[in-house]
C-alpha cells in the first residue's frame, strides 16, 4: 500500500510540473503588445469597443504618427487577448502550485526523485532535438520555474528581499516609452499657459509659417513651434540612437535632443517619408535624395539622384534596392545604393550619373 501510495504521489507530482510547463509555454504564446499594465476584465472589454469603434471609422487615433487605426485596433484586440491568456494563466499557476506544495511537504524522498528525473529527462530531450525544439522550450520553462522557486526560498529567508516576479511580462518598456515620448498631434493654437519651444529659434529661421506639435504624453508632453516645409506630412519618431528625436514639420525635418528638446540640426524642407528597417536604422526620403541614420548617427547622404521621388524601396543585409525619375528624362529606373557607404549604382540601360547636382 505505502509503495503504491508513493508512486501516485510521484506521478502527480509529475503531471503538475508538466501541467504548469504547458501554461507558461501558454503564456508565452500569447499575441505580444508593447503595453506593459495589465488590463482588468472591464477594461479589455472597453479596448475592444474602442477596437471597434476605429474598424467601423467610427473615430481616428489620436496620435497618428504612430498607429493606423487597423493598427490601432489590432494593438487594442492584441492587448486585451494577451491579458486574457495571462489572467486565466495566473489562476491555473496559483491552483497547481497549491497542490505541488502540499504533495512536497510530504516529504516523500520518492517524489524528489521523480522531480530529479522530469529535469534530467528534459534536458536530454532538449539536447537531443536541437535549442529551436519544443523540448529545449519546455526544458527552458522547467529552467525558469526552478529560478522562480529558488529566489522564492530565497526570499523566505531574506523577508525583505525584493522578489523579481517576471513569470509575465507584459511587453517591452522600452517599446511603450518610445511610445510615450514621440506620441504627436497637431494643435491649433498652445493651451493656454503652457510653454512653446520655437525650433528653429525665433530670428534664426526663414519666416515660413510654423505648426505646432505636442510631442509626448502625460509627463514627457511638450509643444514645439516647428517651421514647416514643403510637403504635407508631418511625423515624430525616436532616432536609432535613442538619444534624439526626428520630427518633420509638413516636410521640413530636425534632430532634436530628446533631453534637452533642443535642435541640433536640420536636414531639409522635402521630407516626403521616413523607412524604418531592421538593423536599427532609417532612411530619409527627401524626394530627390536619400539619407540613413543608424546608431552611431548619420550614415550617408547620397546626391541628387531623382528628378522628383522614389519607389519600391527594400533593404537586404548589405544593400538598398528601388526606383527613381531618371533625371534627365523622367523615366522610372532601378538604382541600388551600398548600405555601408551610400554609393549609388544604376541599372546600365538608364545610363544616369551617379548623383545630379
Given at each position: 500500500?505505502?509503495?503504491?501510495?508513493?508512486?501516485?504521489?510521484?506521478?502527480?507530482?509529475?503531471?503538475?510540473?508538466?501541467?504548469?510547463?504547458?501554461?507558461?509555454?501558454?503564456?508565452?504564446?500569447?499575441?505580444?503588445?508593447?503595453?506593459?499594465?495589465?488590463?482588468?476584465?472591464?477594461?479589455?472589454?472597453?479596448?475592444?469597443r474602442r477596437a471597434?469603434?476605429?474598424?467601423?471609422?467610427?473615430?481616428?487615433?489620436?496620435?497618428?504618427?504612430?498607429?493606423?487605426?487597423?493598427?490601432?485596433?489590432?494593438?487594442?484586440?492584441?492587448?486585451?487577448?494577451?491579458?486574457?491568456?495571462?489572467?486565466?494563466?495566473?489562476?491555473?499557476?496559483?491552483?497547481?502550485?497549491?497542490?505541488?506544495?502540499?504533495?512536497?511537504?510530504?516529504?516523500?524522498?520518492?517524489?524528489?526523485?521523480?522531480?530529479?528525473?522530469?529535469?534530467?529527462?528534459?534536458?536530454?530531450?532538449?539536447?537531443?532535438?536541437?535549442?529551436?525544439?519544443?523540448?529545449?522550450?519546455?526544458?527552458?520553462?522547467?529552467?525558469?520555474?526552478?529560478?522562480?522557486?529558488?529566489?522564492?526560498?530565497?526570499?523566505?529567508?531574506?523577508?525583505?528581499?525584493?522578489?523579481?516576479?517576471?513569470?509575465?511580462?507584459?511587453?517591452?518598456?522600452?517599446?511603450?516609452?518610445?511610445?510615450?515620448?514621440?506620441?504627436?498631434?497637431?494643435?491649433?493654437?498652445?493651451?493656454?499657459?503652457?510653454?512653446?519651444?520655437?525650433?528653429?529659434?525665433?530670428?534664426?529661421?526663414?519666416?515660413?509659417?510654423?505648426?505646432?506639435?505636442?510631442?509626448?504624453?502625460?509627463?514627457?508632453?511638450?509643444?514645439?513651434?516647428?517651421?514647416?516645409?514643403?510637403t504635407s506630412d508631418?511625423?515624430?519618431?525616436?532616432?536609432?540612437?535613442?538619444?534624439?528625436?526626428?520630427?518633420?514639420?509638413?516636410?521640413?525635418?530636425?534632430?532634436?535632443?530628446?533631453?534637452?528638446?533642443?535642435?541640433?540640426?536640420?536636414?531639409?524642407?522635402?521630407?516626403?517619408?521616413?523607412?524604418?528597417?531592421?538593423?536599427?536604422?532609417?532612411?530619409?526620403?527627401?524626394?530627390?535624395?536619400?539619407?540613413?541614420?543608424?546608431?552611431?548617427?548619420?550614415?550617408?547622404?547620397?546626391?541628387?539622384?531623382?528628378?522628383?521621388?522614389?519607389?519600391?524601396?527594400?533593404?537586404?543585409?548589405?544593400?538598398?534596392?528601388?526606383?527613381?525619375?531618371?533625371?534627365?528624362?523622367?523615366?522610372?529606373?532601378?538604382?541600388?545604393?551600398?548600405?555601408?557607404?551610400?554609393?549609388?549604382?544604376?541599372?546600365?540601360?538608364?545610363?544616369?550619373?551617379?548623383?545630379?547636382?
Open positions: 500500500m505505502t509503495i503504491m501510495k508513493n508512486d501516485k504521489a510521484s506521478e502527480r507530482a509529475v503531471a503538475l510540473v508538466q501541467e504548469m510547463v504547458d501554461v507558461l509555454q501558454r503564456t508565452g504564446e500569447a499575441p505580444a503588445s508593447p503595453l506593459t499594465a495589465f488590463l482588468t476584465a472591464a477594461e479589455r472589454r472597453e479596448f475592444r471597434a469603434r476605429l474598424r467601423r471609422q467610427k473615430v481616428e487615433p489620436r496620435y497618428k504618427n504612430l498607429h493606423s487605426a487597423e493598427e490601432l485596433a489590432d494593438l487594442y484586440e492584441r492587448t486585451a487577448q494577451r491579458d486574457e491568456i495571462v489572467e486565466k494563466a495566473r489562476r491555473d499557476l496559483q491552483r497547481i502550485s497549491a497542490e505541488l506544495k502540499r504533495i512536497r511537504s510530504e516529504k516523500d524522498p520518492d517524489v524528489e526523485k521523480a522531480m530529479v528525473a522530469l529535469v534530467k529527462e528534459a534536458e536530454q530531450s532538449a539536447e537531443k532535438h536541437g535549442p529551436r525544439s519544443e523540448a529545449a522550450q519546455r526544458f527552458r520553462c522547467l529552467q525558469l520555474m526552478g529560478w522562480i522557486g529558488q529566489r522564492a526560498t530565497e526570499q523566505r529567508r531574506k523577508p525583505g528581499a525584493k522578489f523579481p516576479w517576471t513569470v509575465f511580462p507584459a511587453g517591452d518598456p522600452s517599446e511603450e516609452a518610445r511610445y510615450v515620448l514621440t506620441a504627436a498631434e497637431i494643435l491649433d493654437a498652445p493651451p493656454p499657459g503652457e510653454a512653446v519651444i520655437a525650433i528653429p529659434p525665433e530670428g534664426k529661421d526663414s519666416g515660413r509659417e510654423r505648426a505646432l506639435i505636442r510631442i509626448g504624453v502625460r509627463g514627457a508632453s511638450w509643444i514645439g513651434s516647428f517651421e514647416i516645409g514643403s508631418s511625423t515624430v519618431l525616436m532616432m536609432p540612437d535613442c538619444k534624439h528625436l526626428f520630427v518633420s514639420a509638413q516636410g521640413a525635418g530636425y534632430i532634436i535632443d530628446l533631453l534637452s528638446r533642443t535642435l541640433v540640426e536640420t536636414i531639409g524642407t522635402e521630407v516626403v517619408e521616413v523607412i524604418g528597417f531592421p538593423m536599427g536604422l532609417f532612411v530619409v526620403n527627401h524626394n530627390v535624395s536619400l539619407e540613413a541614420f543608424g546608431k552611431s548617427g548619420r550614415l550617408w547622404k547620397t546626391g541628387r539622384i531623382s528628378a522628383g521621388g522614389f519607389r519600391g524601396i527594400v533593404v537586404t543585409e548589405t544593400r538598398l534596392i528601388g526606383e527613381a525619375r531618371d533625371p534627365r528624362r523622367g523615366e522610372w529606373c532601378g538604382f541600388s545604393l551600398d548600405m555601408a557607404t551610400g554609393e549609388v549604382r544604376f541599372a546600365p540601360a538608364a545610363a544616369v550619373p551617379k548623383s545630379v547636382e
